[in-house]
């Protein structure tokens, strides 16, 4: 596991994206899986900047939402298709065709399996960019005994859903159910990053940086079984790392 600490939020960002610059300078058939939330808001608008300042082309890349309330549409400003729609989609060249969220319009079972199987199709995940929950969770994939190989329904935890209300007006207008990526299919891309800034992320970060275990309270801790992984946050994350 490699870290990079950057000095704030915006260094942070600008290293994430000239991150998946660069691989979508090398592969323009990039797939990708791409979290919502605050942390990527500046990282997926500079690597969409790059489309408009250096001419990066989006034609051709596939994108995934690693994860997806339900049971919000794809229209819905508090979903998280429409989050990747207004960062990056709306921003760059992307064929609209190869953008993918799990299909909230059917039932969950079938949405979930036609998500998994369309990852399959592209030939699973070149690069896959995570954030972290204050609990430790990559997706959804909250602290369990157990976690599932593949797209799934997650109920979502209540510290996950007291973190999230911060984007809705009220606390019980977030949604308590979403559908995420399985560990199996996080771990299967080629190369992970996980980005991270401010404190609330210092726990966990440390927890990635000092611990050599791999244990299902802490869900990140599987990122350990991969081997190219990289670790990209802000001082603040990094405060009892430095
Ligand atoms: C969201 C996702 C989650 C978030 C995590 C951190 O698509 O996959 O794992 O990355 O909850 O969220 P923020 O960035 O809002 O702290």
């Not at 939402?65 to 921003?91: H, M, T, V």
């Not at 007291?162 to 891309?189: C, W």
Request: aromatic content about 12%.
């Amino acid at each position: 596991m490699k870290f990079i600490i950057k000095d704030n939020y915006e260094e942070m960002s600008r290293e994430a994206a000239d991150m998946m610059a660069q691989l979508l300078k090398e592969n323009p058939k990039l797939v990708a899986a791409l979290p919502t939330g605050g942390t990527p808001e500046r990282p997926l608008e500079l690597f969409a900047q790059k489309h408009q300042e250096e001419n990066l082309d989006f034609s051709k890349m596939k994108s995934f939402n690693i994860d997806e309330y339900i049971p919000l549409a794809k229209d819905n400003p508090q979903g998280y298709y429409y989050f990747l729609n207004k960062y990056l989609y709306s921003r760059v060249n992307i064929n609209y065709d190869n953008t993918f969220v799990p299909d909230i319009t059917k039932d969950i079972d079938t949405a979930c399996a036609e998500f998994e199987q369309k990852i399959e199709d592209a030939g699973n995940l070149d690069f896959i960019l995570l954030g972290i929950g204050n609990d430790g969770h990559i997706g959804f994939n909250e602290p369990a005994p157990y976690y599932y190989e593949k797209t799934h329904l997650v109920e979502l935890d209540p510290d996950t859903i007291e973190a999230n209300s911060r984007f809705f007006d009220h606390i019980d207008d977030v949604p308590t159910q979403a559908i995420t990526l399985g560990m199996a299919t996080i771990l299967k891309a080629k190369k992970i990053a996980l980005i991270a800034n401010g404190e609330k992320k210092a726990n966990g970060i440390r927890k990635l940086y000092e611990e050599n275990t791999i244990y299902p309270e802490f869900p990140a801790s599987f990122l350990r079984l991969h081997r190219d992984v990289t670790i990209i946050v802000d001082r603040e994350a990094a405060k009892y790392i430095l």
